[in-house]
């Protein structure tokens, strides 16, 4: 099952980082989209303050800086310039001259006006600044406002329609907290419906899983069940060959080997009945290590090494050279032996078959812990990409089983470099 959860567990962990990535980047999004938000507010709280409260009653007077009028417009409106956020205002002319401020003794001073105060002042709409911005902050930002946040708008005066810059400074504080508000809003638009596609894709995803795991489940069981009629049917075969034509044979041999010794029977036929001996006694051999193949005797890790042996037994009848050589394998448990046998006779019968090869070596180590298997040829060898499927599909086969047991099963190989087949395994 560690095969079908990696997908989905990677499937998980991209779908993770990447619904993290949505929210980081709506989250900056969403908190740039306030903070514009809360100064288009601003601007324009600042615009209707402006036209519907200051421009009515700004005169020529004001203008001209005549004595008595900026009482008279301090008593009419200041209460109402001063509201929200709003903590000062200032009134520019074109010249840069302050008309009108709350702070008495900044009427009068001339300071340049910037760049945006002049755009403001020649194509009207609004204008902001920052504290911590460039531009002419006649207001200091202490410790009663903090920081603030200047808005300006272009005005008129009623009868000349001189043009006048009004400008508020609010409380950048409180210009924060609607941002956060904003923010907040947004926010929720933004994670509500991402959380509930998590819900919904974790449903989801349950329910593949579920049936990846099921469907898993059910092919083990199909592989386990094809392998255990395919033992028990190699099992009768060996049983009946083995209780039949072996003991028939074997009597056969016993029976020329006996006659041969007879006294009675001549030199000729001596010499026939000794070489029909031998041939069935090699045929025999050959047997056995066929029923070897075909069905392994009840396996123990003591007995892996014997086992192997007999594995190999037929590499020397088609040319190759095979050795066999098992180390540490003794604290193994039976059921990991047979395992290590079972993967070991696909791959040697895959060598003899299809590699070609003149030497052939299985190597068994174990270290208490860990158990390796690798067969190794110098065959033809073959290309992974392209080989047939009625070629190693045993040892796809097994890859489950070993999977199961907790190991890993590797093919290496390519054309004209041979073949190895590494199996590891814990002992226990």
Avoid: C
């Avoid at 006649?138 to 005066?157: H, N, Q, S």
Wanted: no cysteine; proline share 3%; glycine share 8%.
């Amino acid at each position: 099952m560690r095969v079908l959860r990696s997908p989905v567990t990677l499937f998980l962990v991209v779908g993770l980082l990447t619904v993290a990535a949505i929210v980081v980047g709506t989250g900056f999004l969403a908190d740039r989209a306030a903070s514009s938000e809360a100064t288009a507010e601003a601007r324009g709280t600042t615009r209707v303050i402006a036209r519907s409260v200051a421009q009515p009653v700004v005169t020529d007077e004001l203008l001209a800086g005549r004595a008595g009028t900026i009482d008279r417009f301090d008593r009419k409106v200041l209460k109402r310039l001063l509201v929200g956020d709003i903590v000062h205002v200032v009134i520019w002319s074109r010249s840069g001259r302050i008309v009108y401020s709350d702070e008495i003794a900044l009427i009068g001073r001339r300071l340049h006006l910037d760049a945006d105060q002049e755009r403001v002042l020649d194509h009207g709409g609004t204008g902001s600044a920052r504290s911590d911005e460039s531009g002419n902050q006649v207001i200091p930002a202490d410790a009663e406002t903090g920081k603030v946040l200047r808005t300006f708008t272009r005005i008129e005066t009623p009868r000349r329609h001189k043009a006048l810059l009004f400008e508020a400074y609010s409380s950048l504080d409180e210009v924060e907290s609607r941002r956060q508000e904003i923010y907040s809003s947004f926010r929720w638009i933004t994670v509500g419906p991402l959380l509930l596609l998590i819900v919904v894709v974790t449903l989801i995803l349950r329910v593949l899983t579920g049936q990846l795991t099921r469907a898993g489940k059910e092919r083990e069981q199909l592989l386990r069940s094809a392998i255990d009629a395919s033992d028990a049917e190699r099992r009768r075969i060996a049983r009946d060959l083995h209780d039949g034509v072996v003991q028939d044979l074997a009597g056969t041999a016993f029976s020329l080997s006996a006659l041969s010794r007879d006294p009675a029977t001549d030199g000729k036929t001596r010499s026939s009945l000794q070489g029909a001996a031998r041939s069935l006694r090699e045929g025999l051999k050959s047997l056995r290590s066929l029923l070897v193949e075909i069905h392994p005797p009840e396996l123990r890790a003591e007995s892996l090494p014997a086992a192997l042996a007999d594995l190999t037994a037929p590499a020397g009848a088609s040319g190759i050279q095979a050795s066999v050589s098992v180390e540490g394998a003794e604290t193994a448990t039976d059921e990991r032996a047979a395992l290590v046998w079972r993967v070991a006779q696909e791959a040697v019968r895959n060598a003899l078959r299809h590699s070609a090869a003149s030497t052939l070596a299985v190597t068994v180590r174990g270290d208490g812990r860990h158990l390796t298997l690798e067969v190794v040829d110098d065959g033809v060898g073959f290309d992974p990409t392209r080989v047939r499927d009625s070629e190693h599909f045993g040892l796809r086969g097994l890859r489950s089983l070993v999977a199961e047991a907790g190991g890993t099963l590797e093919v290496r190989s390519s054309p004209h470099e041979g073949t190895t087949v590494r199996m590891e395994v814990d002992a226990r």
